[in-house]
Every structure is written in structure tokens, then in C-alpha cells.
């Protein structure tokens, strides 16, 4: 079974309009961890953001927030004001305890800012 | 920034060479990966290492191989390319006796068989 959704494959917005991306994770582990991460045309990976599952205060980066909710099992990623540097696959991803670390990723979502 | 680097990152080589994709990390990480990576985004693990002379198969069957000699690299060898091999491949590292951090990747590497 898929431990982390990612349901939108594709996202078009115009620049400035905000976008949210959303990663929906199963675990029976009450100790786990999300992350998202941004893979930009360039190739490579670049970490964003961790949280643990006993910190469900949401955070705020610059244009960028992030919505932990265990309740829904949800772990979204809100991109304010968009702009084209943010084209780019974004992954979610999960890391369980019990696993010692191993990352499941979600299968991306592609964000195309128009401008 | 992180200090994980993979070369090349680019390769074309024909069907039955004999190919090492080279991942080295300057962290001191003891768990490394190599994921490879389908044109529609998806990223596969295929081998993983809590640390040195320790090597896994990861959840995506790969005829190739890894070692780990030593902490710091974690080549990945295919012996014979074929087309089907065609793929970036991805290699990360991360903290094994944490688990309250992220894994940090390098660039990848594009190859292609022809």
C-alpha cells in the first residue's frame, strides 16, 4: 500500500495565485516524520521542511506554509503569491521509526507557474 | 548546502557496457541510499547501507549492485547496461542514528543505454 499520496500529478497556476499541494500518509508508527522536498529541472532534490508527528503547529517560511493535521493524516503545502522559480516537482515523504529512517516518497506533484 | 556528490551527471553508453555510477558524501552519514527515478517523477529505492560492508536491496528489484568500503561512498555498479536501464539515479545520505532528519541528495545521474 501506498504510505504517502500525493493525488495531483500536475498543477498550472499564473504567477501571484497561490497553490496549494496536498500529501495525504499512512503509518501505524505514532513516532514518524514528514518532509517535503523540491526537485527543480535541474535534477536534484532539495530539502524544505521536516516535522515530527508530535508537532502539529503549522509553519510559515517566507511564501511558503505548511498544514500538519493528524487527524486527516495530511501534511499540505501551501505556496503564496507563486512565482515561475517555484516550477518544479515537489515530493512528500514520510520516515517511520520503527523503520529505522527509510523514506517513502510520494509520487510527486509538478507545479508550473505561468507567468 | 549539502555535500553529497554524484559523477557523472551524464552518461550515454551503449548495450553491455560495464558501468560504475560514483556517489561520495563529506557528512560523516552513515546511512546512504541510490533511488532511481522513472520519467513520470516516481522515485524507486533500489539499494540502501546503514554504514560500512552493510548493503540492502530496497523495495525495487535492480540487477545492480552497491558496496561500501568505506563511509564516505557508495558506488553503484551495473554490469551489464541495457536500454531498460535508462533512468536518473539519485543518491542520498542521512544520519542513521537520528532519525529525526532528512535525507540530503545529490544531483543525480542522467544515464541512458543505447
Known amino acids: 500500500a501506498q504510505k504517502v499520496t500525493q493525488a495531483q500529478t500536475e498543477i498550472s497556476v499564473v504567477e501571484k495565485e497561490d497553490v496549494t499541494l496536498d500529501c495525504v500518509y499512512e503509518t501505524r508508527d505514532t513516532t514518524y516524520y514528514l518532509f517535503w522536498y523540491k526537485q527543480p529541472p535541474s535534477g536534484e532534490l532539495v530539502f524544505l521542511i521536516r516535522?515530527?508527528?508530535?508537532?502539529?503547529q503549522n509553519e510559515i517560511s517566507g511564501r511558503y506554509s505548511w498544514n500538519f493535521q493528524k487527524s486527516t493524516s495530511s501534511f499540505n503545502f501551501t505556496i503564496t503569491a507563486s512565482q515561475v522559480v517555484d516550477s518544479a516537482v515537489y515530493f512528500c515523504?514520510?520516515?517511520?521509526?520503527?523503520?529505522?529512517?527509510?523514506?517513502?516518497f510520494g509520487t510527486g506533484t509538478s507545479l508550473t507557474v505561468i507567468p | 548546502e549539502a555535500d553529497i556528490y554524484q559523477t557523472p551527471r551524464y552518461l550515454v553508453i551503449g548495450t553491455g557496457k560495464k558501468i560504475t555510477l560514483e556517489c561520495s558524501q563529506t557528512?560523516?552519514?552513515?546511512?546512504m541510499y541510490w533511488y532511481q527515478q522513472d520519467p513520470g517523477m516516481e522515485l524507486h529505492l533500489i539499494h540502501y547501507?546503514?554504514?560500512?560492508?552493510?548493503?540492502e536491496k530496497g523495495d525495487l528489484s535492480s540487477e545492480s549492485t552497491v558496496s561500501r568500503i568505506r563511509t564516505e561512498h557508495f558506488p553503484l555498479t551495473l554490469e551489464s547496461a541495457r536500454p531498460s536501464h535508462t533512468s536518473q539515479y539519485l543518491c542520498?545520505?542521512?544520519?542513521?542514528?537520528?532519525?529525526?532528519?532528512?535525507?540530503?541528495f545529490g544531483q543525480g545521474t542522467r544515464l541512458t543505454v543505447v
Open positions: 547501507s546503514y554504514g560500512v560492508n552493510s548493503t
Open positions: 542520498a545520505s542521512s544520519e542513521y542514528r537520528s532519525v529525526n532528519t532528512e535525507a540530503f
Open positions: 516535522r515530527n508527528s508530535f508537532d502539529e
Open positions: 515523504a514520510l520516515s517511520e521509526a520503527k523503520t529505522g529512517n527509510q523514506f517513502y
Open positions: 557528512m560523516g552519514h552513515d546511512k
